[in-house]
T-cell receptor
Framework: DAKTTQPPSMDCAEGRAANLPCNHS???????VYWYRQIHSQGPQYIIH???NNETNEMASLIITEDRKSSTLILPHATLRDTAVYYC??????????????FGKGTLLTVNP | ETGVTQSPTHLIKTRGQQVTLRCSSQSGHNTVSWYQQALGQGPQFIFQ???????GRGNFPPRFSGLQFPNYSSELNVNALELDDSALYLC????????????FGPGTRLTVT
């Protein structure tokens, strides 16, 4: 799986959009971009994933650049409960059952009141 | 709440002892993965079980072993505990064929003294 690079920490004001960047310059054509987050002392939580098109769900939006070498996770209206470590993960999606996730250190997002 | 439960929540063991951690998957999920998360690090993949067979393994020694039962619950066994085994142990369940989302449990905090 391709390696990802994320800033170690970011701050965001409550109610504002939080934009979390991720670089994955060695991504292959069959690799997806996933985002998970981990609130303190809890297990990671799936947020969103995409291949090349922008994606949106009830939690967030994922913007992937045209060359797919980077992406941005957008939390449109951050709340204090969004304070967490956010992980960007790139992995191949196969038809089998091997769903190994390779986590880096992620970005600690702190939402301030 | 993901429906994935783990027991015990916390555990203290002495170096050289053996430990068994348990995970109950979300209903209907047939794949379970185990991760180790040291303090300040992202989770690291230990291994995955699919239909009671090991289906992939990370860079962990053989003293880390597992089982998956017919009801898809799972155990992680660690023999000859070392101080560096102190970590949060996470299990994640998923459904083969649905590759984008893994549901993580809250983890078991293991302390080896």
């Amino acid at each position: 799986d391709a390696k990802t690079t994320q800033p170690p920490s970011m701050d965001c004001a409550e109610g504002r959009a939080a934009n979390l960047p991720c670089n994955h310059s060695t991504i292959s054509g069959n690799e997806y971009v996933y985002w998970y987050r981990q609130i303190h002392s809890q297990g990671p939580q799936y947020i969103i994933h995409g291949l090349k098109n922008n994606e949106t769900n009830e939690m967030a939006s994922l913007i992937i650049t045209e060359d797919r070498k980077s992406s941005t996770l957008i939390l449109p209206h951050a709340t204090l409960r969004d304070t967490a470590v956010y992980y960007c993960i790139v992995r191949v999606v196969s038809g089998g059952s091997n769903y190994k996730l390779t986590f880096g250190k992620g970005t600690l997002l702190t939402v301030n009141p | 709440e993901t429906g994935v439960t783990q027991s015990p929540t916390h555990l203290i063991k002495t170096r050289g002892q053996q430990v068994t951690l348990r995970c109950s998957s979300q209903s209907g999920h047939n794949t379970v993965s185990w991760y180790q998360q040291a303090l300040g690090q992202g989770p690291q993949f230990i291994f995955q079980y699919y239909r009671e067979e090991e289906n992939g393994r990370g860079n962990f020694p053989p003293r880390f072993s597992g089982l998956q039962f017919p009801n898809y619950s799972s155990e992680l066994n660690v023999n000859a505990l070392e101080l560096d085994d102190s970590a949060l142990y996470l299990c994640a369940s998923s459904l083969a064929g649905h590759s984008y989302e893994q549901y993580f449990g809250p983890g078991t905090r293991l302390t080896v003294t």
